[in-house]
């Protein structure tokens, strides 16, 4: 009897301190931003800089965090490998980049050249995502939850050192496109070319994605699917074709992200996939993971978190360098979004 007495006794005093906690860093950071505000350091074409190149990132984060989310929401599995997904598209589609470059198409037809690159990495990465589906996923679909996340760490380690030996391990750059340097002007917001085109083509994909997925009878299916596999076999819905068919939307999608991510960031290596995957991961579950329209506020929120928060809130304490701590700005929401909203802001609260 006395167990049972003190357990509520436990809880309370375990969700007090959490909210403590929770309110204790809601406090820092309104201090920090009051600090940060008040020395005048930032004019207001900066702030604007921030916001708009955290929408840019966060609609990249969302991107990859749509190919999470697809794949929990049909299996309820976290595919960790990913990440490596849009990795191995982004750096295959670097050698076609490369050989456009070399032939001159990139001088002369700079934009069938972009949309090639983007073809290459949308193929590569939809192509290894159904092979990770096929091969390493399918025989386990009913094996207990935690096989497969094991399987997919492992699935996301072969993929990185599979890239380093076909790549090599050292970092590359791709080639420029000429259109999406510069700026362009609008509404009297001076925006650098290469965000507002990664904007405007992340929005436009996602966009299409809910589109498909409300509208078409293959969304249909995939929504059939998530409720119910046996039910939706029942009543004609081939669940292999269905799911088959999510993993590969999800590797188109890692394919446009990884191309645009290289307009932002024109890094590449074969380890280039592991922070965007977190990231992502953390954006699908800050919108509730398995909901696509929390993917993509996740995705945006992260963005603007990353870019504006280290600033904003980090700056008023006299931190230097506050940019490099975008990331653990963006593991700390991970962290306390797991703790107090585990479902996300928009997902659904699973009993287990």
């Not at 350091?41 to 840019?56: H, P």
């Amino acid at each position: 009897m006395a167990r049972v007495a003190s357990s509520p006794r436990r809880f309370n005093l375990v969700t007090v301190f959490l909210w403590l906690l929770g309110g204790g860093l809601i406090a820092i950071a309104l201090l920090g931003a009051f600090l940060t505000l008040s020395k005048g350091r930032y004019s207001i074409e900066n702030w604007e800089t921030f916001i708009v190149s955290g929408i840019a990132l966060g609609s990249v984060y969302a991107l990859i965090a749509l190919g999470y989310t697809l794949v929990y929401g049909i299996l309820f599995m976290i595919n960790f490998a990913h990440g490596e997904v849009f990795m191995f598209g982004t750096f295959t589609a670097l050698f076609a980049a490369r050989f456009m470059a070399d032939a001159g198409l990139i001088d002369s037809q700079p934009v069938l050249a972009f949309i090639l690159v983007v073809a290459v990495a949308m193929l590569v990465s939809m192509t290894v995502a159904v092979a990770l589906e096929r091969i390493a996923y399918r025989p386990l679909r009913n094996a207990p939850r935690l096989v497969p996340l094991i399987t997919a760490i492992g699935a996301s380690l072969f993929l990185q050192y599979s890239a380093r030996g076909f790549y090599g391990s050292g970092v590359n750059a791709y080639p420029e496109f000429a259109p999406l340097e510069g700026t362009t002007n609008i509404l009297g917001l001076t925006l650098r070319t290469d965000q507002l085109v990664v904007t405007g083509a992340a929005v436009a994909l996602m966009l299409a994605l809910y589109l498909f997925v409300e509208r078409t009878r293959t969304g249909r299916a995939m929504r059939a699917v998530s409720e119910d596999k046996d039910v939706a076999a029942m009543m004609g819905i081939d669940v292999n074709r269905v799911i088959m068919i999510t993993f590969a939307i999800g590797g188109l999608l890692a394919g446009v992200a990884g191309v645009l991510y290289i307009q932002l960031f024109n890094q590449v290596d074969f380890f280039m996939g592991f922070l965007p995957g977190i990231k992502a991961f953390t954006a699908a579950v800050l919108g509730g993971i398995g909901n696509i329209v929390g993917a993509m506020l996740g995705g945006l929120a992260l963005g603007l978190l990353e870019a504006v928060a280290p600033f904003l809130i980090l700056d008023g304490f006299g931190i230097a360098s506050p940019n490099q701590l975008k990331d653990a700005i963006a593991f700390t929401v991970l962290v306390l979004v797991l703790i107090f909203r585990p479902s996300g802001f928009l997902g659904r609260k699973e009993n287990v």
